[in-house]
């Protein structure tokens, strides 16, 4: 089978310099639920397929954004050293279409999608034919001192 890894190799994404209202937390599967809606909505728009949770992709994007929380780290790279394709081959997503998108910051789902938008790269895994399922993690944490949701999104297809 051939592969194909369509990643985003690391855009820095901050959103520190929102009011700290702007990214109250409210819950992972809150969280999860709405940045998939503005996923799908968005590749509506442009005539792409919804894009359909996957455990698999869930499960490592979760993951990723846990590890990158505890250890204050914004990384396609987990802190154990291993790659972002190891990682969801890891958690058994076998698609020949993988992708991954991170965010940190004092972010919503509305502003993650607006700066993945305004992200070349960012905005072709979002628009990415190939892709129909996604994962989506999230996890509160810091970021340079101060209050973040540090955000995985995992691709496949």
Avoid: C
Avoid at 35 to 62: D, K, M
Avoid at 108 to 137: D, Q
């Amino acid at each position: 089978m051939r592969f194909r890894v369509a990643g985003v190799m690391l855009v820095l994404v901050l959103a520190l310099a929102l009011p700290a209202t702007a990214g109250a937390f409210t819950s992972v599967p809150a969280f999860r639920a709405s940045l998939q809606r503005r996923i799908n909505n968005f590749r509506a728009e442009y005539g792409r397929g919804p894009i359909h949770l996957n455990l698999r992709l869930e499960r490592s994007a979760q993951a990723h954004s846990g590890d990158m929380a505890e250890h204050h780290d914004f990384s396609h790279t987990g802190s154990a050293g291993a790659s972002w394709v190891a990682r969801i081959r890891y958690w058994g997503y076998r698609g020949s279409w993988i992708g991954e998108n991170l965010a940190v910051g004092n972010v919503t789902a509305r502003t993650v999608m607006a700066m993945w938008k305004a992200s070349p790269p960012h905005r072709a895994n979002l628009l990415n034919g190939h892709f129909a399922a996604v994962g989506i993690g999230a996890a509160p944490g810091t970021y340079s001192g101060r209050p973040a949701t540090y955000v995985t999104s995992d691709f496949g297809g």
